[in-house]
């Protein structure tokens, strides 16, 4: 799901607003909380390293990192690095030690696009926004990307439809391909494909984080498997769509592997949105919550699993297993008529889009403003960063080698 995860996203958008003033008063004061006559408790800017710099090489495609403990570069084939440059065509690609990108407990809080420089500054401690703690569901590790999460719409599970903050399932069908090259929904003995939905998160004491599946071999429609309560709690489990057998070892044979709400596929497999069963959503894309509750919802979807491979007939493309990160958000802007904002940095295609700001066509001007939470790969120290600059060793030419140059702002473990 994030890869959906919509406690997140909420949580998100509270914090942003929060933002907006760190202090608890309108000025920045701590709040006077029911005109209590207590003097305000002094709070300590746990941020007790400033300014520190981050520079890395834009003519490289060597991986390039930073240890917010050691607060300088660091070996990026370690495990002691936080956050990880790598470039391609003369821009990076972001990722940070956590989740689907390292081994380690990094995780994001803002996009570059939904935090500004100025104010992260008034931050005086990573855990609180104000006066109020940040909830753990807020931080975002990098995640897999593939056709369960990387499609416009809802995900496969809906949170919190019945305000006891569980997840519901929405019956969405995938199809998953072992042969990508190959736009067929129906495969072959040797690389079959498969349409593949999850109806049930909860296992039967109520405990979240156990995935059951429903599934066909696109060839014999009417033959249904299922996969139940695969305990994806702790670590990635892994399905073998062929046997039906679940294991937490990645050395035999799958297809799907489910972490919780997030999935990845294995290598060569591709996989793509089918079919959100009818009556799950409005006009409006809202949940329609008597759906979501009925009691035979899971009857009422197995038509559409079975008749999937007759009614789609071929897929436009397999989207294969990807990264994504908070660091990396979509750009911004119609590539030749207008600046593409990247977040971090803003790219411009041509010397008329460039001239304003000084700069020749396909270069590229840092944005300071925009700026980013990180928490390290131990998970007890954190770094607010912006990009301060990217420079070009022959100004006038844009094919000349770029220095990045990041200012970081660092709370310590304690």
């Given at each position: ?42 709070q ?20 390039q990192?930073?240890?917010?403990d ?94 006891d ?9 995938y ?10 929904t ?62 937490n ?33 409005d ?20 038509a ?84 301060k ?9 844009a ?11 660092i709370?310590?473990?304690?």
């Open positions: 799901m994030s890869h959906l995860n919509l406690a997140k996203l909420f949580a998100l958008s509270t914090l942003s607003t929060l933002l907006i003033a760190c202090g608890g008063g309108s000025d920045g004061s701590p709040s006077n909380n029911g005109g209590s006559t207590n003097p305000p408790t002094t300590t800017d746990l941020f007790t390293v400033k300014a520190k710099e981050w520079s890395f090489q834009g003519n490289t495609t060597e991986a990192c930073y240890d917010i050691l607060q300088q570069a660091a070996n990026c084939s370690g495990t002691d690095w936080d956050i990880k440059a790598v470039m391609n065509r003369g821009t990076p690609t972001f990722s940070s030690n956590g989740g689907a990108s390292g081994n380690g407990k990094a995780a994001v809080l803002y996009s570059p696009f939904d935090a500004t420089w100025a104010n992260l500054s008034k931050l005086i401690d990573a855990n609180k926004q104000g006066n109020d703690a940040i909830p753990a569901s807020a931080w975002s590790q990098d995640a897999y990307s593939n056709g369960f999460t990387a499609t416009t719409g809802y995900s496969f599970l809906e949170y919190n439809l019945f305000g903050h569980r997840m519901s399932p929405n019956f969405k069908i199809f998953v391909t072992t042969d990508t090259k190959n736009l067929n129906v495969g072959t003995e040797d690389k079959p494909v498969y349409a593949v939905q999850i109806y049930n998160y909860y296992n039967q004491s109520g405990t979240s984080g156990y995935i059951s599946i429903r599934y066909i071999d696109t060839r014999y429609p009417d033959v249904v498997k299922t996969i139940e309560n695969v305990d994806a709690t702790n670590g990635w489990a892994y399905l073998d769509l062929k046997s039906g057998v679940a294991t070892s990645a050395t035999q044979p799958w297809q799907l592997a489910f972490n919780r709400y997030n999935v990845q596929t294995n290598t060569g497999i591709g996989s793509t949105i089918g079919l959100q069963p009818t009556g799950f959503y006009a409006d894309s809202k949940p329609i919550i008597n759906k979501f509750k009925s009691a035979t919802v899971f009857v009422d979807t197995l559409e699993l079975k008749e999937l491979p007759t009614t789609v007939k071929q897929v436009n493309s397999w989207t294969n297993n990807g990264v994504k990160s908070l660091l990396n958000p979509a750009y911004k802007g119609a590539y030749g008529r207008e600046p593409l904002n990247f977040g971090w940095y803003t790219y411009y295609s041509t010397d008329a889009l460039a001239a304003p700001v000084g700069l020749k066509a396909h270069m590229i001007k840092a944005n300071p403003e925009a700026a980013s939470l990180i928490r390290g790969n131990t998970g007890n120290s954190y770094a607010r960063l912006h990009l600059d990217v420079k070009y060793a022959d100004p006038s030419n094919s000349s080698a770029t220095t990045w140059t990041f200012e970081l702002d709370q310590p473990a304690k």
